[in-house]
């Protein structure tokens, strides 16, 4: 294994894998050297370009904390993270599509009754967010829950707050007898992945915008059925047709109607004009 060529060191390399115990390490690392290899010698890398490349992933690592995950950020924006997704959850017709779960899931949210209101006094339009979850046969599933996330009307999480210790624009509700859920919340606006750290670089190199647009996040989970992560989107959102994150999905995209101030779906009156978005989930048995 001496005087490696252009032409050899591939082969080379992969030779090394010869001793590696785990069938699935060795064929995914395999892949691995044979894609990367392939890449270099596609686009005739300078010595520059690699170091560019080994500085960017050194910040890309420095940038994460318990806070942000910039690697995952970065497999966002690549399509990564949907493709993983894809792959990984192919459903049946008619089931809830699966979309990328994003970095501001947060555990333990609170509990709520049905309609309890998520947003508090987090700036934004009022919302009620109402339907059923069901079975792709629409049987209704009681016991069903909801966790549910947003942003505020002003495009920041909870989370982002400086501080962000107070918990606001998420809950956990569980569905009544007939699968029904219901909360209020205030309609959520598109907003930009952060772009302060070495992937907001890359998305300007690449000439595109780092706007998502408006959603709600949802994961769904039931007994014996499939856990579904997901997202309301608002429908006429300007940016449905280039996701930073390449995560819309046609299923997922919601009207939010308009209405003037008057009786509401949780059986009380708004002062105020509010929107409503109603929307069934169907889950898949285990
Ligand atoms: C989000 O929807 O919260 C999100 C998803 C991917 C990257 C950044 C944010
Ligand atoms: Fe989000």
Redesign the pocket.
């Known amino acids: 294994m001496r005087n490696l060529t252009e032409g050899n060191l591939t082969e080379a390399v992969l030779a090394k894998l010869e001793g590696a115990a785990d069938a699935r390490f060795k064929e995914i690392m395999g892949s691995l050297i044979r894609h990367l290899h392939g890449f270099i010698r596609e686009v005739d890398l300078t010595e520059r370009e690699w170091l560019t490349a080994i500085q960017f992933l050194t910040a890309t690592g420095k940038k994460c904390d318990d806070k942000r995950q910039e690697f ?2 970065l497999s ?2 690549l399509g990564v ?1 949907m493709l993983v997704d894809a792959i990984n959850h192919r459903k049946p017709g008619g089931a809830t599509e699966t979309t ?6 947060v555990s333990g949210a609170n509990e709520m009754p049905m309609w309890a209101d998520i947003a508090g006094d987090a700036p934004g339009e009022p919302a009620y967010v109402s339907g059923r979850v069901l079975d792709v046969d629409g049987k209704p599933i009681a016991g069903a829950v909801l966790d549910v996330w947003q ?1 505020d009307g002003e495009g920041y ?1 909870d989370v982002q707050r400086p501080g962000g210790n107070e918990q606001y624009a998420r809950g956990k509700f569980t569905t009544v007898a007939d699968g029904r859920y219901g909360f209020k919340t205030i309609k959520p606006v598109s907003y930009p ?2 772009t302060d750290g070495p992937v907001g670089k890359m998305l300007l190199g690449m000439g595109r915008h780092p706007y ?1 647009p408006a ?1 709600v ?1 949802v994961i769904a989970t039931a007994p014996g059925y499939d856990r579904v992560a997901t ?1 309301l989107f608002v429908e006429g959102d300007e940016y449905l047709d280039s996701d ?2 390449f ?1 819309v999905k046609h299923s997922l995209v919601v009207e939010f109607k308009d209405h003037p101030a008057g009786p509401t779906p949780d059986g009380k009156k708004s002062a105020t004009p509010f929107c409503t978005a109603g929307f069934d989930f169907k889950l898949v048995r285990s």
Do not use: C, M
């Open positions: 995952i950020l966002d924006t993270s990328v779960l994003g970095p501001f899931y942003t999480y992945v952060p998502r959603h996040h997202h930073a994150v995560g």
